[in-house]
C-alpha cells in the first residue's frame, strides 16, 4: 500500500515522537525511579567524579539523579521538533533520523553510566571507596549503540531534501553595469527560544559542577563561555552576491562563508530546512 503525503507524515511524526522521545524519556524515568529509591542507602556525600586514582569529586546525590534525566528530556525535545517539518514526502532527511537515534544512545549512555555509579555506592560509609565505573559507561554506550541502531529501521526510509523551485529569470546587463544583492538574517523565536533553554542548561551545568566537584569548575566555566560566545556568532548573518562572489559573514565577522565569483560555475535555487539538513 502506498501511503499519500499526508498519512506518511502523520506516520513519520508518530514514530519520531516514539523513537526520540518515548523510548529515550522511557529509559530516564526508569533510572531515575530507580535511583530516588536508593537515596536512603547512599553516602553523604556521594562520589560524582572518578579518575584513573578512583573517585577524586564528591557533592549531593540529588542533582547527580536527577541530571541525565534533565539532559534526556532536552536533547529529546530538540530531535522530535527537529523532526516534525517532514519533507514534501512525509519522510525524514538522515540528519533527522539521525538525531532521533542519537537520543536513545544518550540516554542508554547517560542513565545507565550514572545510575550503575550511584548503585555501586549503596550502602558505602564513605563514596571515596566507590569502585571505578568505567565499564558501565562502556555498557551503556554500547547498549545505547544496539538500540539505536534497531531504531533507525523503525523510521521510515530517509528522503532527499533540498527539492528545486522557480528560479528568476537570469538578468542581462551592459559590460559597465553591476548589480549586488545583500541581506541580512537571524534566528527564528522559535530557535533563538530553543537556544536559551540549552543555555540555562549550561548555566545549570556550571552549578552543579560548582556544587558536586568545585576543582572542575574551571572547566565547566569555559564550557559556558565557549557556548555562549558561539550562540551569539551564529546568530546574526549578512549574505552578500556581487561581482566578488558569495560572502556569508556573521555578526562578529566570524565564522564566514566566502565562494569567488570565479569558482562558482552554476547558479540554481532550491528550498532548504537548515535544521533538518544541517542540524541548525
Do not use: Y
Not at 527564528?188 to 556550571?206: D, E, H, K, N, P
Not at 557556548?227 to 566570524?254: E, H, K, N, P, Y
Amino acid at each position: 500500500m502506498t501511503l499519500i503525503p499526508s498519512d506518511q507524515r502523520q506516520r513519520t511524526r508518530r514514530l519520531a515522537i516514539l523513537v526520540g522521545g518515548v523510548i529515550p524519556m522511557a529509559i530516564a524515568v526508569v533510572a531515575l525511579v530507580l535511583m530516588i529509591g536508593w537515596l536512603p542507602e547512599l553516602p553523604d556525600p556521594i562520589a560524582v567524579h572518578w579518575s584513573g586514582s578512583g573517585a577524586d569529586g564528591f557533592g549531593q546525590a540529588l542533582p547527580m539523579v536527577l541530571m541525565p534525566g534533565l539532559i534526556t528530556l532536552v536533547f529529546s525535545a530538540f530531535a522530535v521538533g527537529a523532526a516534525w517539518k517532514t519533507l514534501e514526502s512525509g519522510l525524514l532527511v538522515a540528519n533527522q533520523k539521525f538525531l532521533l537515534v542519537t537520543g536513545i544512545w544518550l540516554s542508554a549512555l547517560l542513565n545507565i553510566g550514572i545510575a550503575g555509579s550511584v548503585e555501586l555506592q549503596r550502602g558505602l560509609d564513605d563514596a571515596r571507596d566507590a569502585p571505578d565505573i568505567g565499564w558501565l559507561m562502556l555498557a551503556g554506550a554500547v547498549i545505547g549503540l544496539v538500540l539505536a541502531a534497531g531504531a533507525w529501521f523503525i523510521l521510515p526510509k530517509a528522503g532527499i531534501a533540498s527539492d528545486p523551485v522557480d528560479a528568476p529569470e537570469p538578468l542581462t546587463l551592459a559590460p559597465t553595469e553591476r548589480i549586488s544583492w545583500s541581506r541580512s538574517v537571524r534566528l527564528s523565536r522559535g530557535v533563538i527560544l530553543f537556544v536559551s533553554a540549552v543555555m540555562l542548561v549550561t548555566v545549570g551545568t556550571v552549578v552543579f559542577t560548582a556544587v558536586a566537584a568545585p576543582e572542575a569548575v574551571g572547566f565547566a566555566l569555559v564550557t559556558l563561555v565557549v557556548v555562549s560566545l558561539l550562540a551569539v556568532m551564529t546568530s546574526w548573518w549578512t549574505v552578500t552576491v556581487d561581482r566578488r562572489g558569495l560572502r556569508a559573514v556573521s555578526a562578529f565577522g566570524w565564522p564566514r562563508v566566502v565562494i569567488p565569483l570565479h569558482e562558482i560555475r552554476e547558479v540554481n535555487a532550491i528550498q532548504v530546512s537548515p535544521t533538518a539538513e544541517f542540524g541548525g
